[in-house]
């Protein structure tokens, strides 16, 4: 069973930095050619944050130069790393893969950007 477990979420001061981990299991992440990172604020539609492929990353304008995405197919595991967070990346923010012709989604998990 295919399954996506996001962690490393929390709370955290502007300026601040946050790094998010999203753990595969049931399928070999060396096969999945792309995974994305999005994420969904409160009363706002899900948004997409960034992806990352066997060979390059792409992310959104709102957090160019902030965040970045990697993956580690040695441990089945893709990251963001977030930094100068700001109060609008609040969000719950979700890992998506798209697998042997099925979507998958983590359960989310909350980031929090307040003074």
């Known amino acids: 069973q295919v399954q996506l477990v996001e962690s490393g979420g929390g709370w955290v001061q502007p300026g601040g930095s946050l790094s998010l981990s999203c753990a595969l299991s049931?399928?070999?992440?060396?096969?999945?050619?792309?995974l994305q990172w999005y994420r969904q604020a409160p009363e706002k539609a899900r948004a997409w944050v960034a992806t990352?492929?066997?060979?390059?990353?792409n992310t959104a304008d709102s957090v160019k130069g902030r965040f970045t995405i990697s993956r580690d197919n040695a441990k089945n595991t893709v990251y963001l790393q977030m930094n100068s967070l700001k109060p609008e990346d609040t969000a719950v923010y979700y890992c998506?893969?798209?697998?042997?012709?099925?979507?998958?989604w983590g359960q989310g998990i909350q980031v929090t950007v307040s003074s």
């Open positions: 998506r893969a798209f697998i042997n012709g099925r979507n998958y």
């Open positions: 990352v492929t066997r060979s390059d990353t």
């Open positions: 049931g399928s070999d992440l060396s096969a999945v050619s792309a």
